[in-house]
């Protein structure tokens, strides 16, 4: 079992910037993809950024150029930066690990950015 715990979040102004942390229980970025995930009231989860097992990095069309995905091995722990950030940006930001069968979700942190 692995336990994800998300912390960061908070209110913001536009064009603002916050750190999103992840940090998990066991060393899993050797076996897992990391990702950061998102959900905005009355909207479904979407995809933000994600980072394989080698480092590849993905990231959403709204969020490239402005949020970066990284990770400290020797903490167990992934980043979210975010800049510039957006009202639109204000979510409920979730951690995953995903080696398919296995999918592990944090709790979640709030993410609002004021106009």
């Known amino acids: 079992q692995v336990r994800l715990v998300e912390s960061g979040g908070g209110l913001v102004q536009a064009g603002g910037s916050l750190r999103l942390s992840c940090a998990a229980s066991?060393?899993?970025?050797?076996?897992?993809?990391m990702g950061w995930y998102r959900q905005a009231p009355g909207k479904q989860r979407e995809l933000v950024a994600t980072?394989?097992?080698?480092?590849?990095?993905n990231y959403a069309n709204s969020v490239k150029g402005r949020f970066t995905i990284w990770r400290e091995i020797a903490k167990n722990t992934v980043y979210l930066q975010m800049n510039s950030l957006k009202p639109e940006d204000t979510a409920v930001y979730y951690c995953?690990?995903?080696?398919?069968?296995?999918?592990?979700w944090g709790q979640g942190t709030q993410v609002t950015v004021s106009s």
């Open positions: 980072m394989t097992t080698v480092g590849r990095t």
């Open positions: 995953n690990a995903e080696t398919p069968p296995r999918d592990y």
């Open positions: 066991i060393n899993i970025f050797s076996s897992y993809t």
